[in-house]
């Protein structure tokens, strides 16, 4: 390809994820494809780290090393975990939008892989042994039982795409193989009850691609390993790939952004990208929900700040219409930037930046609000309704 040649665009494709975000709300969706600053986040980092972890005690060479020996796997998986949450803390502290990162979680992240590697130990059958007296050899019994680590599902056609996490031989207690196993490592809070909706979806979306590539493979059925409890939750149902092309129709490509699903579930939960959009604003305002919870999204004005204690005086504002237009509201409140909200704060200044700000989840309960370490501090940039939008120039 010549310097002057731009290069093609890429196929679309549609991950579960994806199509969650899609059916929250079609602008999160579209919102999320337009390379906007991503927010890194400790939990995020955390499960990443511990998933490659996982992944990497299955892929471990262990040839040069005697079958009977034990008391190995504790200390390699140590070693392991520690590599890659280095690696996941660089990756962090090069991301702008981020909270402090925080060293206390470490302890947290042995306990979730030890969870994980209970979760590996119970394929074998051999939940309850220490995991100090796992020897070599059982743990190549395990590798053996390994089909695939870590890898992209892809339909024939591109279209539907996941991340496999770990793939197995599913075995019969007479020892003869019965099917393929997909399990999906998860680090977060697990089910009660049963999988929620869209994880189950997820689930089956993987076993049903497989099974669209590989017409002749056994019977295949999906678990989410969660690594909290160390608890395998089954995902059952009907083949979702009907639906899944029909949402991938439904998501191709669009200059022009796609109309927002304004409500509880999009603009009163999470979304990353609500500092360039303007319904979650008109929303709160309309459902008499603005800067009500304690923890709050706000469009203000700066109008006083001590760059050594982080204190100043913001204005509160609301939107003028849908076009997310921030009209000053004559209400102001004291606010204490620290840690990460400080940092971004400061940098805005730095820039010359004077218009509005985003202020996302910032604590409102006390007198003078805490713009803290976990706090997006962004220029308040909607996109408008009906205008296309081209992410380079962003």
């Not at 502290?93 to 130990?121: C, F, S």
Request: glycine share 8%.
């Amino acid at each position: 390809m010549s310097a002057d040649e731009t290069p093609s665009p890429r196929p679309h494709s549609l991950s579960p994820s994806a199509w969650n975000r899609y059916e929250t709300c079609p602008r999160m969706y579209w919102l999320s494809r337009q390379r906007l600053p991503r927010k890194a986040g400790m939990a995020a980092s955390l499960g990443t780290a511990v998933h490659a972890s996982i992944e990497d005690l299955l892929n471990l060479d262990l040839s040069g090393r005697s079958d009977k020996e034990a008391g190995w796997l504790p200390r390699e998986a140590e070693r392991i975990l520690k590599v890659r949450w280095e690696e996941e803390k660089a990756a962090f502290m090069a991301t702008p939008r981020r909270p402090n990162w925080k060293e206390d979680k470490w302890k947290e992240a042995l306990k979730q892989q030890r969870g994980g590697v209970i979760l590996l130990l119970d394929h074998l059958g051999a939940r309850e042994l220490p995991q100090d007296d796992v020897t070599v050899a059982l743990w190549k019994r395990l590798q053996q039982l390994t089909i695939a680590v870590e890898g992209e599902l892809k339909t024939s056609d591109g279209r539907l795409m996941g991340r496999l996490d770990l793939l197995f031989a599913d075995m019969a207690e007479d020892g003869t193989m019965k099917g393929w196993l997909v399990a999906d490592l998860k680090t977060g809070n697990a089910p009660t009850k049963e999988l929620k909706t869209e994880v189950n979806r997820q689930l089956r979306m993987y076993r049903d691609i497989i099974l669209a590539n590989n017409p002749s493979a056994p019977p295949v059925r999906t678990e989410g390993w969660y690594t909290k409890t160390a608890s395998k939750w089954a995902a059952v149902g009907p083949s979702v790939l009907e639906d899944a092309y029909a949402a991938w129709e439904a998501t191709q490509a669009t200059p022009i952004p796609m109309d927002p699903t304004p409500g509880p579930d999009s603009c009163g939960g999470f979304c990353d990208w609500k500092a360039w959009c303007p319904h979650w604003w008109t929303w709160r305002k309309e459902s008499g929900t603005l800067h009500k919870d304690d923890f709050s999204d706000a469009v203000v004005l700066l109008h006083q700040y001590d760059d050594v204690s982080g204190v100043g005086v913001v204005e509160l504002c609301e939107p003028l219409d849908e076009t997310g237009r921030a009209i000053p509201t004559g209400n102001r409140v004291s606010a204490k930037f620290d840690g990460r909200g400080k940092d971004a704060l400061e940098e805005l200044r730095t820039q010359g930046y004077q218009g509005p700000l985003f202020l996302g989840s910032i604590m409102t309960a006390r007198r003078s609000w805490r713009v803290g370490p976990w706090c997006d501090v962004l220029p308040w940039n909607p996109l408008p309704d009906g205008e296309p939008y081209e992410p380079s120039s962003a």
